[in-house]
């Protein structure tokens, strides 16, 4: 293997490894390689409308290492023109395992939307519990995800 074909291998490693500890891509892979995020759901209708629309890999945007793939071509833009807008806050884990300190899956259909920001629960029962005192969650989410955002999820 030449040295160039070595180069390429571990930049691929690299940021794959990066999209994984930073973000939610627990549902798997395109077929281009890249780790999908928010289990295939548009984040321009979820962080928009609450609304859990699937999207459709024709209408797929790269972020960050990240495929993120969108219902339209329209929604698909508006997420190009601003991805921070759209993307789930830490990374798209669950924000109250975050505030835990953990990472665990963040599912789509278990969203909320806090001062434009959205955030993802890992299942109903948390939900739940995060919407008793939602302020302290989100606090103490905010304080832990510096210290565990570039580790492992098996790290924690």
Partial sequence: MS????????????????????????????????????????????STYNAVAEGNARHTVVEDGVAYYFASEETARLFKANPGKYIPQYGGFCAYAVALGKKLDGDPYFADIEDGKLYLFVNADVFEKYKKNKAKILRDAEKMWPSIKHKAVEDL
Avoid at 27 to 35: D, R
């Fill in 3 to 46: 040295i160039a074909a070595i180069a390429i291998a571990l930049c691929t490693v690299t940021t794959q490894a990066i999209a994984e500890d930073e973000y939610n891509v627990s549902t798997g892979a395109t077929l281009e390689g890249k780790p999908l995020g928010v289990h295939g759901v548009d984040t321009v209708a979820l």
